[in-house]
């Protein structure tokens, strides 16, 4: 039965597609598009032999993601441009950074809205220079207006009147409401200047910030993207960043985000065997982290992988041949979980109601 996991074994393992018939190749191509990595696997299997049908299929999706990024990087060129006049870092964010500072979690990465990353102090000037130079609100609901500036790690979306693109503007990478506090200024701090004069995180902080999207704060829709993405930086990074290892370590705990990358590295170890690991020790629960090639779990772990993991893995892989979401209990599981994570009980309770008094009332 075709799901997730096929898509994932397909990724590590190109050669597992051999033998695929017409009806496999179908299931195949259509659950890699519904978990957004049809791109990715287009790439992965570039130099192996595909069907002439498949070999167009991927050739498209290949061209399309050549003309995404090229579209994803001009956005940010606008957004810069636009953002002249503010003295302070402008960090890119998510797939747009990925393809600006050549990681190698670009290759085959589909790209939607711009996401920056500013000063908290600097949004009012950075709002009203984008709003000058044509972005619009996509939200003009007074309470979501209000709700955004409040509680949320960034502004309301905006769009821009005649591109069409949308951009997210943060000042940190969670919402307020949520348990664990990023440091944002530590982030914004330790970010990286490319030739462009634009910033990203540095690669600990990507890694974090992977996490933080994924397992604090989303209902783990898009998850398997997201989990290749950090599957990618971390090989990347472990090669090329000396220290790598205990700098992720130290930036989690810095972001209070130990659990969160703990939780996404397991994930991405057991769908696409990244080679490192954290080890949380019990009783004072140090974090340590082991970098190397071997896929062996540290025992004080090994049962809650296999019983809490399985959770986020069923909920990840939850789509079958035809690209059709399943596994309905698990997702609304989980999209509540989301909401819980967000907020606490009595305010998610009065958001719920407000949004649903509005609703009802339209």
Not at 165 to 181: E, S, Y
Not at 202 to 214: N, Q, T, V, Y
Not at 350 to 359: N, P, S, V
Request: proline share 6%; glycine share 8%; aromatic share 6%.
């Amino acid at each position: 039965m075709t799901d997730g996991w096929s898509v994932a074994r397909a990724l590590t393992d190109p050669g597992s597609v051999a033998g695929l018939d017409a009806t496999g190749w179908t299931h195949l191509l259509s659950a890699a598009r519904a978990l957004s990595l049809i791109g990715t696997l287009a790439e992965a299997l570039a130099d192996s032999p595909v069907p002439p049908g498949v070999a167009r299929v991927l050739a498209d999706v290949r061209q399309s993601n050549v003309t995404g990024q090229r579209q994803a990087l001009w956005e940010a060129k606008c957004a810069s441009m636009a953002l002249t006049g503010y003295p302070g870092r402008v960090v890119l964010l998510k797939g747009t950074a990925f393809v600006a500072a050549g990681y190698d979690a670009a290759l085959g990465r589909s790209i939607g809205d711009l996401d920056i990353l500013v000063e908290h102090a600097g949004l009012d000037q950075v709002e009203a220079l984008l709003l000058k130079a044509g972005w619009e609100w996509v939200k003009p609901d007074p309470y979501d207006d209000a709700y955004y500036r409040q509680w949320m790690h960034e502004l309301p979306p905006l769009i821009h009147a005649e591109r069409d693109r949308m951009i997210d503007v943060h000042h940190t990478i969670l919402p307020l409401t949520a348990k664990p506090k990023p440091d944002a200024a530590a982030l914004i701090a330790a970010a990286r200047v490319l030739p462009s004069g634009l910033y990203v995180l540095s690669p600990a902080d990507i890694i974090c910030h992977a996490a933080a999207h994924l397992i604090a704060d989303g209902d783990m829709s898009g998850g398997m993207r997201n989990l290749w993405d950090i599957d990618r930086l971390v090989r990347q990074f472990v090669v090329e960043e000396p220290g790598f290892s205990d700098t992720l370590a130290e930036r989690a705990k810095l972001h209070g985000l130990t659990d969160a990358v703990g939780r996404a590295l397991r994930l991405t170890q057991r769908l696409f065997g990244t080679p490192i690991v954290f080890r949380l020790k019990p009783q004072s629960r140090v974090v340590t982290a082991q970098s190397g090639h071997g896929l062996r779990l540290s025992p004080e772990n090994e049962k809650q992988v296999t019983a809490s993991d399985a959770l986020f893995l069923r909920r990840i892989t939850a789509v079958d041949g035809w690209g059709r979401k399943t596994r309905k209990l698990t997702r609304q599981a989980f999209y509540m979980r989301s909401h819980l994570l967000r907020m606490p009980p009595a305010m998610l309770a009065r958001h719920l109601w407000t949004k649903w008094r509005k609703g009802h009332r339209g």
